[in-house]
Nanobody, 116 residues
Framework: RVQPVESGGGSVQAGGSLRLSCTAP????????LDWYRQAAGMGREWVSG???????HYAPSVKGRFTITRDNAKDTVYLQMDSLQPEDTAMYSC??????????WGQGTQVTVSS
């Protein structure tokens, strides 16, 4: 079982930046994928970005060019750098670990609030 733990959320003004972290012990050794999802109040869950321990990054069209996902395999951690944030990026951001040796496990989430 690979259990993600998120951190780094907060409040920022439009145009600002935040960096989220998702630490999942076993991410690298089990070749897991870590995906970021977000869910705004009253809305459905939206996939944002993802990266496999040994693969390239992937982005939703809504964030491509503004968000960057990177990984530090030595720390079993994935980072989501969010730039040019807009009010519509306000949501609870959650990290999910998946993979044949990883199971399917969600973190507790971290809130991101962008004010105009």
């Amino acid at each position: 079982r690979v259990q993600p733990v998120e951190s780094g959320g907060g409040s920022v003004q439009a145009g600002g930046s935040l960096r989220l972290s998702c630490t999942a012990p076993g991410f690298t050794s089990n070749t897991c994928t870590l995906d970021w999802y977000r869910q705004a109040a009253g809305m459905g869950r939206e996939w944002v970005s993802g990266i496999r321990a040994d693969g390239p990054p992937h982005y939703a069209p809504s964030v491509k060019g503004r968000f960057t996902i990177t990984r530090d395999n030595a720390k079993d951690t994935v980072y989501l750098q969010m730039d040019s944030l807009q009010p519509e990026d306000t949501a609870m951001y959650s990290c999910r670990a998946t993979g044949s040796s990883c199971g399917v496990n969600w973190g507790q989430g971290t809130q991101v609030t962008v004010s105009s």
